[in-house]
Structures are given as C-alpha cells and as structure tokens.
C-alpha cells in the first residue's frame, strides 16, 4: 500500500490590510529513487464562496532525486480561483519515500510575509484513542490570539478534546474545548482562551493536552499571534 501523510492545514483565503494567505508546498525525491506518482487529496474545511467546497483529488509525477514546488498550493495545483476563501487537510500518498514541507504565510502588501511551517505527519506519528497530544508554549496577553488546528487521518468524524493548564505561577487547569472533525478533514478553534472566557487574563506560559474520544487518529497544532 502506499504511504499516507497528512499536512493539517493548508489554505487559500483574505487576510487583513488586504493581504492573502496561501500554501507554499514542496515535495522532494530522496537521492536515488525512482520516479513516483503521487497522490494529493485536498479535504476542505468550508467554503465560504460557493464555488471550492469539493474534496479535490490531483496526481503528479515525482522525478527520482527531484522536488516538486507549488508557491501557492491550491492555486497552482489544485486550480482553485484566486478568489477562493478556503482551508482545509492535504493527505499525500506515496508508493515510496517522499519528503514534504509546507509553510502556510500571509503575503502582506508590502510583499513581506509571515507564516508558520506544519510538517508532513503519518500514522505512528499521530494521536489517537490510546495516547494523548501535548502542545506545549503557548501563552496569552489581551489582544493577542490563540488558534489551535486539528486534522483526522482517517475517513471518520473524530471527536477531540483539548485542555489547557496554566504552568506559571502555579500549575491549574484553565478549561476544556470539546469539537468533531469531520473525516480526513481539518477544524480550527479560534481564539482559544476567548471561548474559555480568559480573554483579560495574562497567561505567561500554557501547555495544551489533546485526547481523542472517539474516531482515529488527529494531528494537532497551535498557532500563535
């Protein structure tokens, strides 16, 4: 069978001050392999157009010690508009070694960017029913926020759980946030600590703890800003 990865989010959509986020996507053929067809399955997250809310399947030939570079993933590989407002999983499948990186960046008018890079995860590397997630070195200050992302491996709706705990200046619990994630698809929870109710709290220091409830397997992640 071949390889499965999963990239949690990718995205093509508005930012403010009328930048643009997308996807910087790469895959590299390690040193002396063969060429390889690859499989990308775009899973989205919601569409807010009307117009790319279609789980997306495209395949592509990897040349033996090559890679493959798509600045703009959903644009340029997967043909969506450019004024597409979308976000969603990448799964990947591979009947060989395959290395992947992505960066997701906002491309602000100035032609500056700032983005976060999420590695390719596969199963072993996941959270499931038996084993728990941390996310550790988040932090919080008024008007600052919190977005955690999660993705499901598999072709079933998982339900998630993540607590917070404070570490500074004593360890306590913060709260908890309950959700479904639609199968292979992605879900994210913005403004974590303002749905906690803790939007005026200073918090110098929070590690997240993520379980699974029922369904396969998640990739988790925290973004910050």
């Known amino acids: 069978d071949d390889a499965h990865h999963l990239v949690a989010v990718v995205a093509h959509t508005k ?10 996507f790469v895959l590299t053929s390690p040193k002396g392999s063969a060429d390889q067809e690859i499989t990308l399955v775009y899973v989205p997250e919601y569409d807010r157009t009307g117009v790319v809310g279609d789980r997306l399947e495209r395949t592509t030939t990897l040349r033996g010690g090559k890679q493959l570079r ?8 997967f043909s969506l508009p450019q004024s597409a407002k979308t976000q969603g999983a990448v799964h990947v499948y ?6 992947i990186r992505s960066r997701t960046y906002n491309r602000r008018a100035d032609g ?4 976060q890079n999420l590695k390719a995860l596969s199963a072993g590397d996941l959270v ?38 404070s570490n500074f200046p004593s360890f306590s619990p913060l709260g908890s946030i309950s959700r ?11 403004k974590v600590f303002e749905e906690m109710g803790l939007s005026s709290v200073p918090l110098p220091s929070v590690t997240a703890s993520v379980r699974v409830r029922s369904g396969g397997a998640v990739y988790a992640y925290a973004s910050v800003g």
């Open 128 to 165: 499931d029913e038996s084993t728990s997630g941390t996310i550790v070195g988040l932090s919080h200050r008024p008007g600052s926020r919190t977005n955690i992302g999660v993705a499901a491996f598999s072709d079933e709706d998982t339900e998630v759980e993540i607590r917070f705990f």
């Open 180 to 190: 479904i994630v639609k199968a292979e698809s992605h879900l994210q929870i913005p």
């Open 70 to 77: 798509w600045r703009d993933v959903l644009i340029d590989l």
């Open 112 to 115: 500056s960017t700032l983005g």
């Open 94 to 99: 591979s009947p060989g070694d395959v290395l």
């Open 15 to 24: 930012g403010s001050q009328n930048s643009v986020w997308g996807t910087k």
